[in-house]
């Protein structure tokens, strides 16, 4: 559906992204995550033709280029603030682009937007904004919809309801590129896992081999504390403590139960640390972070 | 490009501040009817029309061009049209349209006022000066009106995207229709040398508003009627160029 190739884009001659190749399947659901300022938005403005960019974007294998904006026809989007005409009502902004009423309507129903509807969109609250601006990319069942902060300012219900519409559309092949600074969210929807900072693409993988690589921690607890602790040291295994229990990194267990069983030590509990979303993205930044001053 | 045009259309028709521009117009109008003796100079040019059209289109312009960044609806507008050209010509030939409507409506309201005030004094084909007709003449400022609203939108979006001010953009206009001309006249003036190049300054063209319906300000532009009416065709062609460079490369 979206394939990205090299591509890399300056704003005023300084780099914003750099060399960044990913494809998106028709279907699939990718979560944009990074750090502010790491190019995520200026990414989704460079796949909409927005920015001057080099290296190859292609949507259903028609190109995008800064002046041929062709191969988006069939492309939604909701960059940064609901595109809404205040003096225009929340319908009348939904028919500048819409080619069928009936979609608009079950879009104005699912969205749960009839009661406001036909009033003008300047009195909308920041939530009744940006329903509206995600109505709108979601107009003409788009083959691509690029959502760049789409939760904000939802309340619950309208959470539930724009996820449950994202799957609704992705289960109809429609495939998303979704940022979002609420990674809890975001992992309730996504699929796959791009993750960018300082322009560059740090991960991209589907979300269970992300969740898997990146659990990296196994915490334990043995029969002989005390033996198992100076066992460690001895053997310099990086570990820490948290009551009973050892924290070890993954690439290490192997050989620590086979270090434990030579000296009669037994395993009372073994288990993968589980972490967050949030908590993985950031160790990983942490890692990359330590790996730059290394370097 | 059909889409585009109807898009514009569709925002423009829904939009306070074309009305407010047709009723200043109206307004304005009608305050040159009360407060000057009406002569066959305030009938050939539309009671001040001309100078009241041509500051609504740059009110007006620059602000539907700028609406689209202040709104934020610019990323949309440009992301789902196949060419940026597009979006920028549809806006331009929405309100050349619109100069159309102020310029239909400030001669109907001419003949209006004409009726109520003076009647059937001054005929329409009668001729009133230089052996031309009030209709021949009339006809002349609104032709040259249509012209410069033309030359005048192009600019306002030019400007608009050069200086994204709305302000500014407005004084720049205000500067230029109440001094343009005498500042392209008196640039000829201290230059007489150079006025055979001079001449062709854009300041120049706002003649054309004056010289098509009053054919002795050939002497004060230099310019003949065809020259003046080629001159303002060429600045605006220019100007929609550059303007459309400038939006091309203004980030989004």
Redesign the interface.
Known sequence: MLTVQHVETY?RRKPIVKDITFTIAPGSIVGLIGPNGAGKTTLM?TI????KFSGTIQIAQVSVTE????A??R?G?L??????????TGL?NL???SQSPTDRQQLITTLEMDGYIQQKAKGYSLGMKQKLGIA?AFLNHPQLIILDEPMNGLDVEATIGVRQLIHQYAAQGTAFLISSHILSELQRVMTQVILINHGQLIVNQPLDQFNQLHHQNYQFRTTAPQQTRQLLEAQRISFTTHQSYFSVRRETIFALQDLLATHHIYLEELAPVERNLEQTVVAILAQQREAAHEN | MKTSLKEELFKFTRQKTPVYGLLTLLVLMSYSALTAPITPTQLIFEFGAVQWVTIIMIAVSSAFLAMEYRQHTIILLVAKHPRRFQVYLAKLLVLWLYSLVLTGLATVFTVVLKTIFVGHRYGWFHPVAHHQTLFALLSGNVLGTLLYTLFIVALSLLLITLVKSNAIVIGIGLALGFMGAGFSVAFMHTFAAQVALIRWNPLNMIFITQQLANPPYAAISHLSNGQVISGTLLYTVAFILVGYWLFKKRPV
């Open positions: 704003i403005k909409l033709g927005l920015t002046t041929d904006h062709r988006l026809r492309v989007a960059i940064e603030h609901p595109a809404i005409y205040p003096f225009l009348q028919e500048l682009y709108i």
